[in-house]
C-alpha cells in the first residue's frame, strides 16, 4: 500500500523475462538458439546480453534501443511460492514483424552459401500483444511453426480476439490465460479438464497445453486430450516454473518425442524450478534436463 514501509527477507536482482527464461532453458536442452528482441543501452541491457551470450545464444539480432533504460519485472515471492509481478514494457522495445524478418534474412537462401542453418521455430510470448498478428504473419511466411505462450495477459483483452490463432502450431496458457482467450466463446467458463479441447476447437490451434499448477495440466494433441497429473514437488518460488515447462514440453514435441514422454519431462523441469528461489537462476542446468528420471514407455 502506498505510504507502507515493507521490508524484504531479501533481494536478488538477475536477468529475466519470459522470453529469456525460455531461450535459456532451450539451450541447455541442446538446441541452437538466437534471441530476437530489444534492450536498451544501458548496464541492465548489457547485462541480458551477456547472459544470453554465456548460454551459447546468438544476440546478433537483438536491437538495442537509444536514450531508454532497459525495462525491468519486479517479482515479489512469499514465503509459499506465489508471487506478484510489476513490469512494463514500452512499444518502442516490442518485438514486431519487421525484426523478425529482418533476423529471418540473415538465415534464408538470400543470405550466402554462408549462412546459418536457418530456424525451424519461433516462440512467443505476449509481452507486446499490438503487434503478435504481423509476427505471426511474418513467421508463417517463412515456413516457421509458432509456440505462444500467452503471457503475461494484456489489460485490454479485446486485442486477443483479433489475433490469427489458427497460425499457431503450439498453444501453452495455463487457467487463467486459457478462460481469456476464449472470452466469450463456448466452453470459457466450462470445466478447467475442457480448456485444451474448446481452444483447439474454437480458436483452431493444433495442440494445446493448458496448465493447471498443482492439479498437472491438460495436453490436446492430434485430436485427443490427456489430463496429467503433477508430480510431488516442493514449492519455494513458482516464478520461472511456466517458463521451464513451456520449453521443455515444447522443444520434445517439435522434435518428435512423444506426447506422454513430453510432458513428464516438463513437468520435471518446472518442479527443479520451483524447488529454490529466483527465476533465471533456479532454471534446470544442463546436466539436469539431460538427466530424465526413468520413465515408462508411452501409451
Same mark, same amino acid.
Request: aromatic share 2%; proline share 9%; glycine share 10%.
Given at each position: 500500500m502506498w505510504g507502507d514501509d515493507l521490508r524484504a527477507d531479501a533481494i536478488r536482482t538477475a536477468p529475466g523475462g519470459k522470453a529469456l527464461n525460455q531461450a535459456v532453458t532451450l539451450a541447455r536442452l541442446g538446441a541452437r538458439v538466437t534471441a530476437l528482441g530489444c534492450v536498451g543501452a544501458d548496464a541492465v541491457g548489457a547485462a541480458i546480453r551477456g547472459a544470453l551470450a554465456a548460454e551459447g545464444i546468438d544476440t546478433a539480432a537483438m536491437a538495442v534501443v537509444p536514450g531508454l533504460p532497459t525495462p525491468v519485472c519486479v517479482v515479489y515471492s512469499r514465503a509459499d511460492g506465489e508471487n506478484a509481478f510489476v513490469w512494463q514494457v514500452p512499444d518502442a522495445f516490442a518485438v514486431t514483424a519487421d525484426l523478425v524478418t529482418a533476423a529471418l534474412a540473415e538465415t534464408g537462401p538470400a543470405a550466402g552459401a $554462408?549462412?546459418?542453418?536457418?530456424? &525451424? @521455430?519461433l516462440f512467443v510470448t505476449l509481452d507486446a500483444p499490438e503487434h503478435i498478428g504481423g509476427?505471426? #504473419?511474418? @513467421? $508463417? &511466411?517463412?515456413?516457421?511453426?509458432?509456440?505462444?505462450? /500467452?503471457? /503475461?495477459? /494484456?489489460a485490454d483483452l479485446s486485442v486477443v480476439g483479433g489475433i490469427a490463432w489458427e497460425q499457431v502450431d503450439i498453444l501453452v496458457p495455463n487457467e487463467a490465460e486459457a478462460r481469456a482467450l476464449l472470452a466469450s466463446r463456448r466452453g470459457a467458463h466450462g470445466p478447467a479438464a475442457h480448456l485444451a479441447d474448446a481452444i483447439a476447437? &474454437? =480458436?483452431g490451434v493444433e495442440t494445446v497445453c493448458v496448465t493447471l499448477a498443482e492439479r498437472g495440466c491438460v495436453l490436446r494433441i492430434d485430436g485427443s486430450s490427456t489430463a496429467v497429473p503433477a508430480p510431488p514437488a516442493e514449492v519455494v518460488d513458482t516464478t520461472a516454473a #511456466?517458463?521451464?515447462?513451456?520449453?521443455?514440453?515444447? @522443444?520434445? =514435441?517439435?522434435? $518428435?518425442?512423444? @506426447?506422454?514422454?513430453?510432458?513428464r519431462r516438463a513437468q520435471h523441469a518446472a518442479a527443479l524450478t520451483i524447488s529454490r528461489p529466483g527465476a533465471y537462476e533456479a532454471l534446470p542446468t544442463q546436466a539436469e534436463l539431460r538427466g530424465w528420471p526413468d520413465e515408462e514407455s508411452d501409451r
Open positions: $554462408g549462412a546459418a542453418r536457418p530456424p &525451424e @521455430a509476427v505471426l #504473419s511474418a @513467421a $508463417g &511466411e517463412h515456413g516457421l511453426r509458432v509456440v505462444v505462450n /500467452p503471457a /503475461p495477459l /494484456p476447437d &474454437e =480458436l #511456466s517458463d521451464a515447462f513451456t520449453a521443455v514440453l515444447c @522443444a520434445q =514435441l517439435l522434435t $518428435g518425442a512423444g @506426447a506422454q514422454a513430453a510432458v
